[in-house]
C-alpha cells in the first residue's frame, strides 16, 4: 500500500494562495481515491475535498468551494490542494488520505480513508 508524505504548508495572509502536495510511495497510486482533511485543535477532523481513483469526479466541503481545488498527477504519484482566497478560518493542520477503491464517488467521510499522511499547518492571518 501507498504511504504519504505531505508538503507545502506555510502562513500567508488573507486572500494568498497556497497549493499543498500529497506524494505517494509504494503501492499503485492510480488505484488509490484521495481526499484532504484540515483539523484545529479541540475540533473534529473535517472534509476538504475529495477525488476518485480516476480523477474524473471530484467534491468538495461548502466551506471552501470555489476557493480550493483537488487535482492528482498519477505520473508523479502525486495529490495537490490549490487553495486561494485563503481566509483566516482556513488556518489548521490540512492531511491527505487515501484508500484503493474502484468507487466512482469521492470519499467524504473520515473512516472511508485507511491510510494518512503527516499533517502540515497552514496558517492564515489576517
Known amino acids: 500500500q501507498v504511504q504519504l508524505v505531505v508538503s507545502g504548508g506555510g502562513l500567508v495572509q488573507a486572500g494568498g494562495s497556497l497549493r499543498l502536495s500529497c506524494a505517494a510511495s509504494?503501492?499503485?497510486?492510480?488505484?488509490?481515491?484521495m481526499g484532504w482533511f484540515r483539523q484545529v485543535p479541540g475540533k473534529e477532523r473535517e472534509y476538504v475535498a475529495g477525488?476518485?481513483?480516476?480523477?474524473?469526479?471530484?467534491s468538495y466541503a461548502d466551506s471552501v468551494k470555489g476557493r480550493f481545488t483537488i487535482s492528482r498527477d498519477n505520473a508523479k504519484k502525486s495529490a495537490y490542494l490549490q487553495m486561494n482566497s485563503l481566509k483566516p478560518e482556513d488556518t489548521a493542520i490540512y492531511y491527505c488520505?487515501?484508500?484503493?477503491?474502484?468507487?466512482?464517488?469521492?470519499?467524504?467521510?473520515?473512516?472511508?480513508?485507511?491510510?494518512w499522511g503527516q499533517g502540515t499547518q497552514v496558517t492564515v492571518s489576517s
Open positions: 488520505a487515501a484508500k484503493a477503491t474502484p468507487r466512482n464517488t469521492p470519499l467524504t467521510l473520515r473512516h472511508d480513508y485507511d491510510i
Open positions: 509504494g503501492g499503485t497510486f492510480s488505484h488509490y481515491a
Open positions: 477525488m476518485t481513483f480516476s480523477g474524473y469526479t471530484t
